[in-house]
């Protein structure tokens, strides 16, 4: 697989017998910038500065205050390699980072990493949340109206990871409301988005169409040398790098 993420092969029953590998973290850095790319556009409001150049008109007052990275809490849901990347950037922002993983453990870009069970008490806390996590059965629509409902009011949502985790209804209408004050949305469900989705009216909110990973020379050097090197392992029959877990969840 070329890609991190492994639901395409997991949801349509490849037995465990077959041997899939994905592209592991060679995508981190740049899904990353592009994660938070979303989210300093948000917090900076360009979607409402862009509505106002749209008309040609000079205007400050916009619906929403500016706010910052700096001193903000950024919970990022999921922790592996693309995750991780997230942090590295954010904490040059001067932010504080709270992870969410299976397990607790610690990390050199995180504040705190702290297992799933603590999901709806950290978003309390959070100014933000980016998703970075696979898509399974334990984490499709993990980001509901609950979850939403337990975020800090005034947060700001961003997905690089996959459609599924979010529940797109859920965050329609905490935009609309004002319970979210923005979403930057790589991926949707569905997806692609149809022209008459909702989700295209919803105020201060960014949609790139699953691009994230899109544009780095450098990513198709990492692929090429991981692709070389699982083939010269396969020839010497050792075990493959970054193999998927098939029944994991």
């Known amino acids: 697989m070329t890609t991190a993420g492994c639901d395409g092969v997991s949801f349509h029953g490849v037995p465990s017998s077959v041997v899939v590998t994905?592209?592991?973290h060679i995508h981190g850095p740049l899904i990353a910038e592009h994660a938070v790319t979303l989210l300093t556009a948000l917090i900076r409001r360009l979607p409402c500065f862009g509505e106002t150049q749209s008309r040609h008109t000079w205007d400050r007052r916009i619906p929403l205050p500016l706010t910052t990275l700096?001193?903000?809490t950024v919970a990022i849901l999921g922790y592996g390699g693309i995750g991780r990347e997230i942090a590295r950037r954010l904490k040059s922002f001067g932010a504080t980072v709270v992870a969410i993983a299976r397990a607790e453990r610690t990390?050199?870009?995180?504040?705190?990493?702290v297992s799933s069970r603590s999901f709806h008490s950290v978003l309390a806390e959070a100014d933000a949340l980016v998703v970075a996590c696979s898509l399974t059965a334990e984490t499709m629509g993990m980001v509901n109206a609950a979850a939403i409902a337990a975020f800090k009011p005034g947060g700001v949502l961003v997905n690089i990871a996959r459609g599924g985790v979010i529940d797109t209804t859920a965050v329609v209408e905490a935009l609309h409301s004002g319970r979210l004050h923005g979403a930057g949305l790589d991926v949707t469900a569905p997806e692609p988005l149809p022209s008459d989705h909702p989700l295209w009216s919803c105020p201060n909110l960014i949609i790139t169409p699953h691009v994230a990973a899109f544009g780095s020379p450098a990513v198709r050097r990492r692929f090429i040398e991981l692709l070389g090197e699982n083939i010269a392992r396969f020839q010497n029959g050792q075990d493959?790098?970054?193999q998927v877990a098939l029944n994991a969840t």
Request: without cysteine; hydrophobic residues 40%; negative net charge.
């Open 22 to 24: 994905n592209a592991g």
């Open 240 to 242: 493959l790098n970054y």
């Open 70 to 72: 700096e001193d903000a």
């Open 107 to 113: 990390d050199d870009f995180a504040d705190r990493i």
